[in-house]
């Protein structure tokens, strides 16, 4: 895969504090690349940085080889940045709003007509073209800075934050236009306290801490490596203990105890197939009638509590 974005050895300074510290990241080309960590872990602070607004202490980035802190105007074009905070004009109309953006990127004639229509079908804004910015719900407003942060056609887009505060509808259509910018070629840059919205959009993803970046990889491998143990829930038609010794021997089970009716299991997640099917045909044999089966694999909000209790010191 071909390298968007390299970031080596960044640190970022805030007088003594040190924001960032050491960190280093590869990105890919047209993959969506999630930051996690708590708020003061860090995430804007290499947003930031991306984007010129912070200078690195020491350190550095290059986005497409270029490196960012002798190139500004070039990554002005290449850029595109999607901030927590409303970034438009409130007393202008969203029309307005992406006429004069627009035209600061040099956009004019035929082409803004066209990109004008361009940026309003996609963020879901036709019918509201005339109505005055500041007016828009909460979640139109975060379409619009969707459609001025895009309006020059960046290879690159930083979402901080991008559905804090949404309501779920609106949430999923942002989901949507994130999962379709990057089949349209953008590489994408996610920070998100959202970990469901992480699992969901992101190809790869970071968590840092105080920070430090702790683990990079995909969320499938984070879950694997980080995320623990799957619990199985078996509800049974009558008392579960008799048979917990048995379930105890079969192989992959780590661990099960018994609450009534229900019998409670943990395997590793590869074992999980074989040990629910050994479960159910143990269960068939002693006669006893299975009236629910839930299994509850980990998540990346178990590989979040994991890495980051392991550096307080918590378990």
């Not at 802190?69 to 709003?97: A, C, W």
């Not at 006893?288 to 209790?309: A, H, Q, W, Y």
Request: overall charge neutral; charged content about 25%; some cysteine.
């Amino acid at each position: 895969m071909k390298s968007a974005i390299e970031i080596r050895d960044l640190t970022v300074k805030y007088g003594k504090y040190a924001a960032v510290e050491n960190c280093s990241l590869e990105i890919y080309e047209n993959e969506i690349f999630g930051i996690l960590g708590p708020n003061g872990a860090g995430k804007s602070s290499i947003m930031k940085v991306i984007t010129g607004q912070v200078s690195p202490y020491s350190g550095g980035a290059r986005v497409w080889g270029l490196d960012i802190s002798s190139n500004r105007g070039e990554m002005k074009k290449l850029i595109g940045f999607v901030p927590q905070e409303y970034s438009f004009g409130h007393d202008f109309t969203v029309g307005e709003n992406i006429d004069y953006l627009a035209r600061l990127y040099g956009i004019s004639g035929p082409d803004l007509a066209k990109r004008t229509e361009e940026q309003l079908s996609r963020y879901l804004l036709k019918d509201r073209i005339n109505q005055r910015a500041g007016d828009l719900s909460g979640g139109y407003k975060r379409l619009l800075n969707f459609a001025l942060s895009t309006i020059h056609s960046p290879k690159l887009l930083l979402l901080d934050e991008p559905t804090v505060g949404l309501d779920p509808d609106i949430r999923t259509k942002v989901w949507d236009i994130i999962s379709g910018l990057r089949e349209a070629g953008h590489t994408q840059i996610l920070t998100t306290h959202y970990l469901e919205e992480a699992t969901f959009l992101c190809d790869r993803l970071a968590i840092i801490y105080k920070g430090k970046i702790l683990v990079t990889g995909t969320p499938s491998s984070l879950i694997s490596q980080y995320g623990g143990e799957t619990k199985i829930f078996v509800v049974l038609s009558k008392a579960a203990e008799s048979i917990v010794p048995d379930i105890r021997k079969i192989r992959g089970v780590t661990s099960c105890s018994s609450n009534n009716d229900v019998l409670i299991s943990s395997c590793l997640s590869r074992d999980v197939f074989k040990v629910v099917s050994a479960m159910n045909r143990l269960i068939d044999d002693e006669g006893l009638e299975i009236r629910e089966n839930i299994v509850k694999e980990p998540t990346l909000d178990d590989v979040f509590k994991s890495i980051v209790g392991a550096e307080l010191g918590v378990k």
